[in-house]
């Protein structure tokens, strides 16, 4: 029992000692400190700093557009209107019809050199219907006389004028002077015009398109001294319609 004693005291001795020489071989520094307790520190100390930087502030979060977007709707705003994207300017076109209306006015041509198919489109509908109510269905004589006049009165003006127009600014012109015309026709529905009231009638809407045509047409191409040869066409191509009126 004392042996046994005696080896379990020896025994832990030994191992006590070896301990520590393996410590001193392995030269342990009871003052070292692990380097991973080192960055839990750290990194708890860190999340204390985000918590108190990024704490929540009460504030909903409002998505922003993006640039693109925003570029986007501004150049939408920005555009222009539709009708004049199509070129419909109802200024100009009631400068034109008053232009026509009043053969005395002077003209203005940096308005009529503009091609507006609006109102002559609108007149001819016009012309064909007050025909239609009289009971004289000429549509189609409308629209074929009316091309026809065009191109010829395109080729005359051409050749006459040291400036070049286009066939769509006569068309123009030619359509916003047969609204006299337009009137005669209406005025036909209630009064027959066979008789020497309506020749004479006849004789004053074709003087009147035939001078407001010529006026713009001088003004427009500087053709002042050559009116009357330009009125002179332009009487040929309304009588047409005024025949047609009439009869």
């Known amino acids: 029992m004392g042996d046994f004693q005696n080896f379990e005291q020896d025994f832990y001795q030994s191992g006590y000692y070896m301990?520590?020489?393996?410590?001193?071989?392995?030269?342990?520094?009871?003052?070292?400190?692990n380097p991973d307790y080192h960055e839990v520190d750290n990194s708890a100390r860190l999340a204390d700093e985000y918590t108190t930087t990024a704490s929540y502030t009460g504030q909903v979060y409002q998505p922003v557009a993006p640039p693109e977007q925003t570029e986007y709707i501004d150049s939408y705003e920005e555009e222009p209107p539709l009708l004049e994207e199509l070129g419909i300017n109802f200024d100009h076109i009631w400068?034109?019809?008053?232009?026509?209306?009043?053969?005395?006015?002077?003209?203005d041509g940096s308005i009529m050199n503009e091609t507006?198919?609006?109102?002559?489109?609108?007149?001819?509908i016009a012309l064909g219907a007050t025909l239609l109510m009289a009971g004289k269905a000429h549509f189609g004589y409308v629209y074929g006389i009316?091309?026809?006049?065009?191109?010829?009165m395109y080729m005359l003006l051409n050749l006459m004028s040291s400036y070049s127009i286009s066939c769509g600014c006569v068309a123009s012109v030619l359509g916003y002077c047969l609204l006299p015309m337009v009137g005669l026709s209406a005025f036909a529905v209630l009064y027959s015009l066979q008789g020497l009231l309506g020749t004479l009638l006849a004789l004053f809407v074709i003087g009147w398109c035939s001078l407001s045509a010529s006026k713009i047409f001088s003004s427009t191409l500087d053709m002042s001294g050559q009116q009357l040869l330009v009125a002179y066409p332009c009487a040929l191509l309304y009588g047409v319609f005024a025949l047609l009126t009439v009869f």
Do not use: I, W
């Open 95 to 107: 400068q034109k019809t008053l232009t026509v209306l009043n053969p005395l006015k002077p003209a």
């Open 19 to 33: 301990d520590s020489q393996q410590e001193d071989v392995y030269g342990y520094d009871p003052a070292y400190v």
């Open 146 to 152: 009316s091309a026809l006049g065009c191109v010829g």
């Open 116 to 124: 507006d198919l609006t109102g002559p489109v609108l007149f001819c």
